[in-house]
């Protein structure tokens, strides 16, 4: 149960898309160029390692939580 509470705690589950364009607008990436626009690209690609070695991991789904919560454990701390 561990595992599951943690593997909630980095990958909570979606929510639902904003209802209304202007809601949506509102959530416009950061410029290029903007530490906030480098932290949004240092996640995208923390994020998109972590599911790429977890599908091709193959464990059972117990096992890749786990593995996605560890991998996250580590890559964070090196994308600053």
Do not use: S, Y
């Not at 943690?6 to 410029?31: I, K, N, S, T, Y």
């Not at 480098?38 to 890749?64: C, F, K, S, Y």
Request: hydrophobic content about 50%; overall charge negative; charged content about 20%.
């Amino acid at each position: 149960m561990a595992v599951l509470r943690r593997f909630r705690r980095w990958f909570p589950p979606p929510q639902a898309p904003a209802p209304a364009p202007e809601a949506a607008l509102q959530h416009l990436p950061p410029q290029p160029g903007t530490l906030e626009r480098d932290d949004l690209d240092a996640v995208i690609v923390v994020l998109a390692t972590v599911a790429d070695v977890v599908e091709a991991v193959g464990a059972t789904p117990t096992g890749r939580m786990a593995d996605a919560v560890d991998l996250l454990d580590r890559l964070l701390p090196n994308a600053a």
